[in-house]
């Protein structure tokens, strides 16, 4: 074949390399990984305004911050709104937060802090009545720190088949096959470690389980945030309600961590975690546990830890055929502080990497002709 620039074949082999390069996400032009906070969007951005505050302090909008501590548990609810000052019960919560996320506990909003506060998270308190539900009291290595929910309710002890439906799903874009195989896959890792096995049902009446996506305000006053912020929720036993912002960018098949959107959150990852909830596990200060309540985005995080497995394990019992956890890379499943944003930026900078890899074959394959 002549090896004329004008080749139409040549051609479309360069326009491939050149569309290969520019749509992989994840390098700025300088080379470098582009690390930002997820900011557009995220319902929670102008924390990062309050950086550095401390005790004393009065800023605009601390009460949102305050809004968001109370949400979670660590400040009781006012008899009307919260102010901006930074008075001494929010210097108090903010230790028990960063107690809770394995911070350094300085009582202060410090960059660390604000940028756990920022990730997205499940809905479900830390502290309830008063009482943390993260047992980071002391957090010692190797110590398990899974917790359940106050007065330790569980399915009984003679239901071992429990059943789920899918009932709300007007609001998501994703079918039904591939919810069912999402919950289905998110189910087992749970049935794989206990005596449970659950069974999907398509009528509602017959569940005990119920799942469903939904926007903003749903009747349970606990009302979803749009993009990010809070992505779903779950009760305690024998309750059975799981629902999911239907405003979220969810991943329901295919690789999360190349997903178009900076937002994208894999939905499979997140069942896994609200199903902890629904069986009666609360929230673990272990970053690694699937009870830990912040996930990153384009993040796929739906191995059982041991903190899990043993949580869970104590209300059913084990199951004799478990194989017990998979020790999982270091980076594979890290959460939303910026160590999960420089592993992200890590997982784009491979998929640049492929990318330079196919341009530099083509290259060589145009050099052949
Ligand atoms: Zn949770
Ligand atoms: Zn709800």
Not at 120 to 145: E, F, H, Q, Y
Not at 171 to 177: E, F, K, L, S, Y
């Amino acid at each position: 074949m002549a090896t004329s620039t004008s080749s139409p074949l040549r051609l479309l082999l360069l326009a491939v390399a050149a569309v290969a390069l520019a749509v992989l996400p994840g390098v700025s032009a300088a080379g470098l990984p582009d690390i930002k906070p997820l900011l557009s969007g995220n319902p929670w951005s102008a924390f990062q305004n309050f950086s550095g505050c401390h005790f004393g302090d009065q800023r605009q909008g601390l009460a949102k911050l305050k809004d968001y501590l109370g949400h979670f548990g660590y400040l009781p609810k006012p008899p009307t709104k919260f102010n901006d000052i930074f008075d001494a019960d929010m210097e108090t919560a903010i230790r028990t937060y960063q107690q809770n996320f394995g911070l350094e506990v300085t009582g202060q909003l410090d960059a660390s802090t604000l940028a756990k506060m920022m990730a997205p998270r499940c809905g479900v308190a830390d502290v309830i009545n008063g009482t943390s539900t993260m047992a980071a009291k002391t957090v010692v290595k190797g110590r398990n720190l899974y917790s359940y929910f106050p007065g330790q309710p569980s399915w009984p002890r003679s239901k071992k088949s429990l059943r789920y439906a899918i009932t709300a799903t007007s609001q998501t874009t994703i079918d039904g096959a591939t919810l069912s195989a999402v919950f289905a896959r998110a189910f087992a890792r749970w049935a794989e470690a206990t005596t449970l096995n659950f069974t999907e049902t398509a009528r509602e009446a017959d569940a005990d389980i119920t799942i469903g996506f939904y926007g903003g305000d749903h009747g349970d006053g606990e009302g979803f945030d749009g993009p990010l912020g809070t992505l779903a929720h779950a009760f305690s036993p024998t309750d059975g309600r799981f629902h999911l912002d239907a405003a979220e960018a969810w991943v329901a098949g295919g690789d999360v961590s190349v997903a178009s959107s900076e937002a994208a959150v894999d939905l499979e990852s997140v069942a896994v975690h609200e199903i902890g909830h629904l069986l009666g596990l609360g929230h673990s200060s272990v970053e690694g546990a699937i009870m830990y309540p912040t996930i990153t985005s384009r993040t796929r995080k739906v191995d059982l830890a041991s903190d899990d497995v043993v949580g869970i394990q104590s209300l059913y019992g084990g199951n004799p055929d478990f194989k017990g956890v998979t020790p999982t890379p270091a980076t594979s499943s890290r959460e939303m502080d910026s160590g999960a944003a420089a592993a992200g930026a890590l997982s784009r900078m491979s998929s640049r990497v492929a990318g330079v890899a196919l341009a530099a074959w083509l290259a060589l394959v145009l050099e052949s002709w």
